[in-house]
């Protein structure tokens, strides 16, 4: 675990007036900022070592099975990647009815376009099980 703090730079005359309203921008804001805190330990450690046991004192790798096989770099993100995570996903006992999500950056996302069985609505409303 990893504390962070969020400077809080409000006036006290202010105080009253911005925490009244919890869906005030300032309040969406440090929200925001403690959000990507959050995300940046998660990307941080998606592969990484994890601390494990009761007071964090051992480490557990990210076991090499749970990752999709890379293949040919020009691939890309292709459908038979995200099956075989799907795959994974399901052999390890996570609840199908769970709704799943993946974290792609454009160029992923670009090569998932770029593919008729992704864009073409004969291919993708055959099968209704979410990726």
């Known amino acids: ?3 962070y703090e969020w400077a ?3 006036d006290s005359v ?3 007036k911005t925490l009244a309203d919890p869906t005030s921008s300032y309040a969406k804001a440090a929200a925001a900022a403690m959000g990507r805190a ?3 330990e998660i990307i941080s450690a998606a592969f990484a070592d ?3 046991g009761k007071d964090g004192s051992s480490t557990t790798s990210f076991p090499a ?3 999709v096989a890379v293949g040919s770099p ?3 993100l292709t459908i038979a990647k995200l099956v075989s995570a799907r795959k994974i996903l399901l052999e390890n006992n996570v609840d199908p009815s769970i709704q799943t999500y993946i974290a792609v950056a454009p160029e992923q996302l670009e090569d998932l376009l770029n593919s008729t069985t992704v864009t073409s609505a004969d291919f993708n409303t055959v099968n209704s099980l979410p990726i």
């Open 1 to 3: 675990m990893v504390d």
């Open 8 to 10: 809080d730079l409000i």
């Open 14 to 16: 202010d105080q009253v």
């Open 38 to 40: 959050v995300d940046d």
């Open 50 to 52: 994890s601390s494990t």
């Open 65 to 67: 099975a749970n990752q």
């Open 74 to 76: 020009a691939a890309g």
